[in-house]
Nanobody
Framework: QVQLVESGGGLVQAGGSLRLSCAGS????????MGWYRQAPGKQRELVAA???????NYADSVKGRFTISRDNAKNTVSLQMDSLKPDDTGVYYC?????????????WGQGTQVTVSS
């Protein structure tokens, strides 16, 4: 059974930084593309950053230049460094495995971690 556990969220002022981490069991990260998704209040969940097994990355336009996704295959973790945060970055952040061609998630969702950016 796949389990994903996200951590590192919190309350931060605009312009600040946070680093999110995702740890997994029941899934070997190095064989899979992984992504970070965000669900803002009243909006659908969206992909903000992804990294494939060859460390190729992809970012939503709204976070390019501010967010950096990375992976540690030895620890079976994936991280998201978020800098220059904006109030629009507020939401619950989730990690998941995804199919690179479609960017569609296919794993089980964890509980997510709340990120709140105050203006």
């Amino acid at each position: 059974q796949v389990q994903l556990v996200e951590s590192g969220g919190g309350l931060v002022q605009a312009g600040g930084s946070l680093r999110l981490s995702c740890a997994g069991s029941g899934i070997i990260f190095r064989f899979n593309a992984m992504g970070w998704y965000r669900q803002a209040p009243g909006k659908q969940r969206e992909l903000v950053a992804a990294i494939d097994s060859s460390y190729i990355t992809n970012y939503a336009d709204s976070v390019k230049g501010r967010f950096t996704i990375s992976r540690d295959n030895a620890k079976n973790t994936v991280s998201l460094q978020m800098d220059s945060l904006k109030p629009d970055d507020t939401g619950v952040y989730y990690c998941n495995a995804l199919r690179w061609s479609t960017k569609a998630p296919f794993g089980s969702w964890g509980q997510g971690t709340q990120v709140t950016v105050s203006s």
